[in-house]
T-cell receptor, first 114, second 110 residues
Framework: EADIYQTPRYLVIGTGKKITLECSQT?????MYWYQQDPGMELHLIHYSYGVNSTEKGDLSSESTVSRIRTEHFPLTLESARPSHTSQYLC?????????????FGEGSRLTVL | QKEVEQNSGPLSVPEGAIASLNCTYSDRGSQSFFWYRQYSGKSPELIMF????GDKEDGRFTAQLNKASQYVSLLIRDSQPSDSATYLCAVKSTGNQFYFGTGTSLTVIP
């Protein structure tokens, strides 16, 4: 069983609010990722990190930020939420290395912006 | 062109049949390939990974990789109703990023 946790699991907020989605893993993984997934659509990479103080933008990163101050913690922040941000957000972690690849996913944070 | 392409389905097979799921990818240098299963409302979980050309078997699941054709497949033998889910193909690119397909929805009919 994967030890990766996301909070909150569900969140309903109004437009313009600032929100932070939390993600923590206890497996000591270097790599962490944030994906956005809408029903019937592929996972879109928002941000990723290969270690402490390392963060990179993915495909959908323009309206959010992340930080990686500790190995186990990778929070995602939306400065001003909009209805278009309504989606499922999945955090994942994995080991570094050429032929290691399994990603462990958290249970997701479902965000609804009114 | 998408990095990873899958038929979205839905794919329906009777219980006990073989379900065949297919995936193509665009980055010829990709080295690692994964199949994840995602139940409705749940997060993806890894079923199989494959790095080398050929077949890899794990119980009722067989992953097949053909790097020349940039093609990955997943066979599920003796399909069970509990196999009903969306199956995501994922590819680890030369840039060390993971790309996911849209997933194929599988329904196993009792």
């Amino acid at each position: 069983e994967a030890d990766i946790y996301q909070t909150p699991r569900y969140l309903v907020i109004g437009t313009g609010k600032k929100i932070t989605l939390e993600c923590s893993q206890t497996m000591g993984h270097d790599k962490m990722y944030w994906y956005q997934q809408d029903p019937g659509m592929e996972l879109h990479l928002i941000h990723y990190s290969y270690g402490v103080n390392s963060t990179e933008k993915g495909d959908l990163s323009s309206e959010s930020t992340v930080s990686r101050i500790r190995t186990e913690h990778f929070p995602l922040t939306l400065e001003s939420a909009r209805p278009s941000h309504t989606s499922q957000y999945l955090c994942a972690s994995g080991l570094a290395g050429l032929n290691t690849g399994e990603l462990f996913f958290g249970e997701g944070s479902r965000l609804t912006v009114l | 062109q998408k990095e990873v392409e899958q038929n979205s389905g839905p794919l329906s097979v009777p219980e006990g049949a073989i379900a065949s799921l297919n995936c193509t990818y665009s980055d010829r240098g990709s080295q690692s390939f994964f199949w994840y299963r995602q139940y409705s409302g749940k997060s993806p979980e890894l079923i199989m990974f494959i790095y080398s050309n050929g077949d890899k078997e794990d119980g009722r699941f067989t992953a097949q990789l053909n790097k020349a054709s940039q093609y990955v497949s997943l066979l599920i033998r003796d399909s069970q109703p509990s196999d009903s889910a969306t199956y995501l193909c994922a590819v680890k690119s030369t840039g060390n990023q993971f790309y996911f397909g849209t997933g194929t929805s599988l329904t196993v009919i009792p």
